[in-house]
């Protein structure tokens, strides 16, 4: 009689640790796929601050060429080379 106790309690020990392994790795792989959507999205912004970087690389060193001084020259300054024309658009 005793035997068949101790076998009960056994199958029943078994199984809370069964369950207990169960509802953990589910726990897990829930995490684990919330951490994988979130890498993805921070690789993604960082493919975007590469190229934003590259672009701000180029216009740095486009700064150092003749052609880049007078565009900064033309576009935030509003100079204009000798005997050129400026037209203004006034109406609208």
């Known amino acids: 009689m005793r035997f068949k106790r101790s076998s009960l309690l056994t199958k029943l020990l078994i199984l809370v640790l069964v369950v207990y392994a169960t509802v953990t790795l589910v726990s897990l792989q829930s995490q684990v ?3 994988n959507a979130e890498a993805a999205k921070l ?8 190229q934003e970087n ?3 690389q180029q216009a740095i060193d ?3 060429t ?3 001084v007078e565009e900064v020259a033309r576009r935030k300054l509003g ?3 000798e ?5 203004y658009d006034v109406g609208n």
């Open 43 to 50: 690789e993604s912004s960082i493919a975007a601050t590469e």
């Open 79 to 81: 100079l204009v080379s």
């Open 33 to 35: 796929t919330e951490k």
């Open 83 to 87: 005997g050129e024309i400026v037209f």
């Open 62 to 64: 486009a700064l150092g």
């Open 66 to 68: 003749d052609e880049g």
């Open 54 to 56: 590259q672009r701000l």
